[in-house]
Nanobody, 114 residues
Framework: QVQLVESGGGLVQPGGSLRLSCAASGFTFSRYAMSWYRQAPGKERELVATITSTGGITNYADSLKGRFTISRDNAKNTVYLQMNSLKPEDTAVYYC???????WGQGTQVTVSS
């Protein structure tokens, strides 16, 4: 059974940082690319970042380059999203996505507010 379990979300002030984690199980994690998406209230889900199976290549939404960093630890079957200089417009539910059969995590809420 495939599971993607996100954690690390919460309430943070503007300018703050958070690191999201997505723990994967039920498939050979090291063979598949992974992505983070987010969905803000009333908006469509959008791609945040993608990382290849080895972690050698990463891609980001243009608007997030320089603030967000995706990484992975294949020994821990976990993908991360480091988010810095957070803005209120980063408020959203953040989802982990596996390129293995298109599985999604349940999401973790990130709220940026003073």
């Amino acid at each position: 059974q495939v599971q993607l379990v996100e954690s690390g979300g919460g309430l943070v002030q503007p300018g703050g940082s958070l690191r999201l984690s997505c723990a994967a199980s039920g498939f050979t994690f090291s063979r598949y690319a992974m992505s983070w998406y987010r969905q803000a209230p009333g908006k469509e889900r959008e791609l945040v970042a993608t990382i290849t199976s080895t972690g050698g290549i990463t891609n980001y939404a243009d608007s997030l380059k320089g603030r967000f960093t995706i990484s992975r630890d294949n020994a821990k079957n976990t993908v991360y999203l480091q988010m810095n200089s957070l803005k209120p417009e980063d408020t959203a539910v953040y989802y982990c996505y596996a390129f293995y059969r298109g599985y999604w995590g349940q999401g973790t809420q990130v709220t940026v507010s003073s």
